[in-house]
Every structure is written in structure tokens, then in C-alpha cells.
């Protein structure tokens, strides 16, 4: 059985905050209405693999395996780990992301 302990707890809630702040920092100098013809186009290509039969879990990864070469192609890497770390913190905590 895993015992948190506060600290880690404490620490997590940090994360998560931190990944919000900038999360919510980035809303306001953009327009969703600009994504929605991308988001749509993502979502038809992911969807077609689907219908290919392949697993939701191997077209999520591919999903992720994009956000991982969009971030190097726009050289951001190093940005990448403390944010998924946060997100993945705010999930656990059941934080919206939006």
C-alpha cells in the first residue's frame, strides 16, 4: 500500500497550481475559435485510425507522441516534463483543466 506523506502531497498541489496558473495564462491570448479548424483536423485523422481498428490506447499514444514532437519541433522541451508532472497532479486531484 502507497502512504503519502504531507510534503509530497504538498508538493503536488504546488505542481498543480503552478500548471493551472500557466494553463490559465495562456487562455487569454488565445482564441479558441482560431484552434477549432486544427482541433477539428486532429480529431478526424485520430478518429480514422480508430475506425481502422486500432486501440483508443495506441491512438492516445500517438496523440501524445505529437504533443512530444510538437514541443521539440518549436524547441520546448525542457518545458514539457514540469507540465505533464502538474497536469498529471491536477488530474489525481480531480482539478479541471479549463
Not at 510534503?7 to 475559435?33: C, I
Not at 500517438?62 to 514541443?71: E, G, I, S
Not at 518549436?74 to 489525481?92: I, N, T
Amino acid at each position: 500500500m502507497h502512504c503519502e506523506n504531507a510534503s509530497s502531497t504538498d508538493a503536488r498541489t504546488t505542481r498543480a497550481e503552478r500548471a493551472r496558473d500557466y494553463l490559465f495564462s495562456l487562455h487569454a491570448n488565445l482564441d479558441h475559435r482560431d484552434l477549432a479548424p486544427v482541433a477539428q483536423q486532429l480529431m478526424s485523422s485520430y478518429a480514422r485510425l480508430a475506425e481502422k481498428g486500432l486501440p483508443a490506447n495506441a491512438v492516445a499514444a500517438a496523440m501524445v507522441a505529437a504533443t512530444l514532437n510538437f514541443y521539440s519541433a518549436f524547441d520546448m522541451s525542457q518545458e514539457l516534463p514540469m507540465l505533464l508532472r502538474a497536469m498529471a497532479d491536477m488530474m489525481e486531484m480531480q482539478t479541471t483543466l479549463s
